[in-house]
C-alpha cells in the first residue's frame, strides 16, 4: 500500500495511507530541485540589474537616508542573509549605519520578541544598525491620501521621512493578495489599523480577490496602489520553489519587479486539476503561527467539493492566541445559525466582529467561519489543542488516520487530494473560484 508524507514542521514530516475505499485524485508534493547559487549572490546579481529602477549606486548618494521594510516571523523569507548583503551595497555607496533604519512591517500582528528579532535579522545587524517594529496605532503616522473606498491612508513615519524606501519579502501565494511580498509590505505592513481595517474588509469580499490571482484582483490592485502613494523605491523578493527553498531573489519597481517574480515562480505552485475531490488532506507548512495557519485552507477549498472535507496537519510554535480564540467565543455568542452571513454582513458594513483585536484574528475568523459553512473541517495537531480546535469550531484529531476515519463514516468511498506543503500550492480548475 502506498504511503504519502506531510511536512509538520522543520524537520519532521507525517506518513500515513489512505483508508480502503479512498481513491488518489491529486498528490502534490515537493520537488527537489538544484539550487546552484547562495542567497546572498542571488542578492548581488538582483541588485546589479533590477527590474524598471536604476540601481542603487546611480540613485543614492552619501548623506542620504534609508529605511528598509522587512516582513516579520509569520513568513520564511530569509531576512539574516539578504539584509547583510543589501546594508553592505549601501555602505560601499558611502550610506552610513547612522542614517538607516530597519522597520519590521508588522501590520496589526503581535511584535516580535527581542531574542526573535535578533536571530530573523542577525545578531551583526541587530547590533549595529536601528531596527524598530511598526505600530500600527502610533500616534505619528504620516496621511498620504485616501484609498479608493475613501479612508485615509496613514503611513510610518520612519518609512515615509527617509529619502529611499526598500522592501525585503517572499513571493509566495497570499489568500486575497494572489502574492505576497513586494507592495504588500506597506499595506498592510506598515499602515494605521484603520487603514488595514477598511482595505481588508472591503476588498477581501471582491470578485478576483483569491490565491495566486494579481491580474484581476481588486485587493491586490489597490495594495498596489498604496504602495506607490508611500514612494516604494525597490523591492527585494525571495522567489521559491514548491518545497520552499529559495531559488532565486528579484528586485526592483514595486510592480514590475513584483510580477516579473510572479512569472518566475507560479508553476512552481500552480497545480492543473480537472476534478474536486471528495476530501482534501493537506499540511499548513510553511505557516506555523496563529491565525497564519487557516492561509492554507482557501487553496484546499478551491479544488474539493462544498459539503465535502478538508484535513489540515498543523503546528504552532506557541499557544493559539487567547484573543483570537476569544474572536471566536463572540461570534458563537451571538446566537446565529449562520455566523458566516454575520462576518460576511460586518465586511460589507466595513466593521470587524471584534474591532481593535489584530487584523489576522479577525481574518482567520473570517475565513474559517465562511468555510465551515461549506466543508468538514478537521485539525490534526500535536501542538493545538482540542480545547483550542473546538473553539475555532474545529473538528479534532491527534493523527492523520484518526481523522480520516472519522470523516470516512460519512464518506465511505472518497476521491481525495493530498498536499504535503499546503500554503505552497495554488489549484488550478481552469475558472475562478467563487468562495463566498
Known amino acids: ?32 530541485s538544484q539550487i546552484v547559487m547562495g542567497i546572498d549572490q542571488m542578492v548581488e546579481r ?8 536604476p540601481r542603487l549606486e546611480d540613485t543614492l548618494k552619501p548623506g542620504n537616508t534609508v529605511a528598509i521594510a522587512i516582513d516579520d516571523w509569520t513568513r520564511p523569507t530569509p531576512v539574516g542573509e539578504i539584509l547583510p548583503v543589501l546594508l553592505n551595497r549601501l555602505e560601499s555607496i558611502g550610506i552610513h549605519k547612522d542614517d538607516i533604519t530597519v522597520i519590521v512591517a ?34 505619528d503616522l504620516v496621511p498620504i491620501g485616501a484609498l479608493s473606498s475613501g479612508g485615509t491612508i496613514r503611513v510610518n513615519k520612519a518609512f515615509h521621512d527617509a529619502d529611499y524606501r526598500i522592501s525585503i519579502g517572499s513571493i509566495i ?22 487603514t488595514i481595517r477598511e482595505h481588508h474588509t472591503v476588498y477581501t469580499i471582491k470578485e478576483g480577490a483569491y490565491p495566486g490571482n494579481t491580474e484581476t484582483n481588486p485587493f491586490y490592485q489597490e495594495v498596489v496602489r498604496v504602495a506607490g502613494m508611500a514612494r516604494l523605491n525597490m523591492i527585494i523578493g525571495a522567489l521559491y520553489t514548491n518545497e520552499e527553498r529559495v531559488f532565486d531573489v528579484v528586485a526592483g519597481h514595486y510592480y514590475e ?16 486539476m480537472d476534478e474536486k475531490a471528495d476530501v482534501t488532506v493537506l499540511s499548513a507548512y510553511p505557516y506555523t503561527e ?5 492561509k492554507p485552507i482557501g487553496p484546499a477549498a478551491m479544488c474539493t467539493r462544498r459539503g465535502g472535507a478538508i484535513i489540515l496537519l498543523a503546528t504552532s510554535r506557541e499557544p493559539m492566541p487567547e484573543p483570537m480564540l476569544h474572536a471566536f467565543d463572540v461570534v458563537r455568542g ?49 501542538d493545538v489543542t482540542g480545547e483550542e480546535a473546538q473553539r475555532m469550531g474545529f473538528a479534532f484529531a491527534t493523527t492523520v488516520e484518526e481523522a480520516m476515519d472519522r470523516v470516512k463514516e460519512s464518506c465511505p468511498h472518497a476521491k481525495v487530494n ?12 481552469g475558472e475562478p473560484p467563487k468562495l463566498y
Request: proline fraction near 7%; aromatic fraction near 10%; include cysteine.
Open 1 to 32: 500500500m502506498e504511503s504519502y508524507r506531510l511536512f509538520y514542521k522543520e524537520g519532521e514530516l507525517v506518513e500515513f495511507n489512505l483508508p480502503e475505499g479512498w481513491e488518489l485524485l491529486a498528490y502534490v508534493k515537493p520537488e527537489r
Open 46 to 53: 538582483a541588485l546589479d540589474r533590477p527590474v524598471g529602477v
Open 106 to 139: 508588522l501590520g496589526s500582528h503581535r511584535s516580535m520578541p527581542k531574542g526573535a528579532l535578533r536571530r530573523r535579522v542577525g545578531v551583526d545587524v541587530f547590533d549595529t544598525t536601528r531596527v524598530t517594529q511598526h505600530d500600527c496605532w502610533a500616534g
Open 173 to 194: 501565494p497570499h489568500p486575497m493578495n494572489g502574492f505576497g511580498g513586494g507592495p504588500k509590505i506597506v499595506m498592510p505592513g506598515l499602515v494605521a489599523y484603520d
Open 257 to 272: 519587479a513584483h510580477q516579473e517574480g510572479i512569472r518566475r515562480c507560479i508553476s512552481n505552485f500552480k497545480v492543473k
Open 290 to 294: 496563529g491565525p497564519q495557519l487557516m
Open 334 to 382: 451571538l446566537g446565529s445559525n449562520h455566523p458566516d452571513k454575520v462576518l460576511l454582513e460586518s465586511f460589507r458594513k466595513r466593521s470587524l466582529v471584534l474591532d481593535e483585536a489584530p487584523i489576522d484574528f479577525n481574518m482567520a475568523l473570517f475565513f474559517t467561519e465562511v468555510y465551515k459553512a461549506q466543508y468538514d473541517l478537521t485539525i490534526v495537531s500535536k
Open 418 to 429: 493530498i498536499f504535503s506543503i499546503g500554503g505552497m500550492v495554488l489549484p488550478d480548475m
